[in-house]
Each structure stands twice: as structure tokens, then as C-alpha cells.
T-cell receptor
Framework: KAGVTQTPRYLIKTRGQQVTLSCSPI?????VSWYQQTPGQGLQFLFE???????NKGNFPGRFSGRQFSNSRSEMNVSTLELGDSALYLC?????????????FGQGTRLTVV | DAKTTQPNSMESNEEEPVHLPCNHS???????IHWYRQLPSQGPEYVIH???SNVNNRMASLAIAEDRKSSTLILHRATLRDAAVYYC??????????????FGQGTRLTINP
């Protein structure tokens, strides 16, 4: 079956602009999480959605937001882009709920802010 | 968030076993231990997870100390394709069923041919 699909794969934006990234989870998966990966901070949790509700949020400013649609597809939005937002943004989906759930990651969207 | 400690890097030779250690002294009684790896230019990939007993799957084995304060990921015969950053993670569930993985810096594994 198809894996987690993230679009676009690469993106270049100018400081001050906004950007929307998309994630299509594995069919049947209802939990979608987003992560930011930078060389300095590593992989950091942004937020998680389940059945269109945000259940958990990481320590990021309000410029970072997301949503999930009824088909479990998710988008994340970053407004007023800063140079420091340049990163690999990863999306992960999960089928089950609970502590022992396996997460499946997409290949990420590489965002460059200039 | 419960923390894990891993060596920054390790090196091994192809076709030899590799033991990747992880310390998690603040683990709670219901935290699961998960391992993920990230190959170059890819998203993280699930490897294995366990709670108390040792676990085996087609990719690796997970040995968990009796006091659960440490664990070891074992790759039985390393190949060049196993070169990656390996992350040891304790599942943090703040809300029933919530999914949040807290990644540390991981161990960069180099495999020599």
C-alpha cells in the first residue's frame, strides 16, 4: 500500500511569506503528527491531529498551525516565515492509538527561507 | 518528557553484529521503548519496540535490562544499508492515545565495508 505522501518535496520561500505543506497519511490511519528537523535542534514535535482534532502541541510559536480534514489528510501552515524556519518538515501517520503505536514517516518537505 | 541518552556515534564492520546502547534511567513503568532509524535523505523508519521483555523482528533485536533503565538495539549482521542515525525513544502519551515522539540526538552508525 502507499506510504505517507508529503507535498511538495522542496520549497523556497521569502522571509515574511507564508507556506502550506500537505501530508496524506497511509490509508486508514487517523493520527497524523508533524515534526521539524534542523541540524541544530534535531527532530522536534510540532503537533498531532486525530479525527480532525489537535490532541497535542509542541513548543512552537503560534505562527505554526495545522489542520486535519475528514479524510485524515493534514496540512500545516507557517505564517510570516523567518530564516530560522528553514528545515525539513516531516509528517508521520499511525493506525492505532496507545503507547505502542508504530509511526510511519513521509520523506519530508525541505523548506528553504531566503 | 522522559529522556534517553545515546552515544553520538558508533562504527562497525560489515557482516558483524552491532550493539547500540541507550540509557533511560527516568523511564516510567508504562513507557514503551521504541527505536527508529533515519537513513540519509529519508524520514525516520520504525525499527522495533518493547516494554519489558526482549523482542525480535526481521530487522533487529531489542534487549531490555531487568530494571528497564537501559536497552540495547542489536543488529545481528550489519550491512552498508544499516548506516543511519538510530534513535531510542520513550513513548510519551500525555493524552490517551496521543502520538508524540521525543527524539534525542541519536547515534550515528557508520558501517565499514
Amino acid at each position: 500500500k502507499a506510504g505517507v505522501t508529503q507535498t511538495p518535496r522542496y520549497l523556497i520561500k521569502t522571509r515574511g511569506q507564508q507556506v502550506t505543506l500537505s501530508c496524506s497519511p497511509i490509508s486508514g490511519h487517523r493520527s497524523v503528527s508533524w515534526y521539524q528537523q534542523t541540524p541544530g535542534q534535531g527532530l522536534q514535535f510540532l503537533f498531532e491531529y486525530f479525527s480532525e482534532t489537535q490532541r497535542n502541541k509542541g513548543n512552537f510559536p503560534g505562527r505554526f498551525s495545522g489542520r486535519q480534514f475528514s479524510n485524515s489528510r493534514s496540512e500545516m501552515n507557517v505564517s510570516t516565515l523567518e530564516l530560522g524556519d528553514s528545515a525539513l518538515y516531516l509528517c508521520a501517520s499511525s493506525l492505532l492509538v496507545g503507547r505502542d503505536t508504530e509511526a510511519f514517516f513521509g520523506q519530508g518537505t525541505r523548506l528553504t527561507v531566503v | 518528557d522522559a529522556k534517553t541518552t545515546q552515544p553520538n556515534s558508533m562504527e562497525s564492520n560489515e557482516e558483524e553484529p552491532v550493539h547500540l546502547p541507550c540509557n533511560h534511567s527516568t523511564i516510567s513503568g508504562t513507557d514503551y521503548i521504541h527505536w527508529y532509524r533515519q537513513l540519509p535523505s529519508q524520514g525516520p523508519e520504525y525499527v522495533i519496540h518493547g516494554l519489558t521483555s526482549n523482542v525480535n523482528n526481521r530487522m533487529a533485536s531489542l534487549a531490555i535490562a531487568e530494571d528497564r533503565k537501559s536497552s540495547t538495539l542489536i543488529l545481528h549482521r550489519a550491512t552498508l544499508r544499516d548506516a543511519a542515525v538510530y534513535y531510542c525513544i520513550l513513548r510519551d502519551v500525555q493524552i490517551q492515545g496521543a502520538q508524540k515522539l521525543v527524539f534525542g540526538q541519536g547515534t550515528r552508525l557508520t558501517i565499514n565495508p
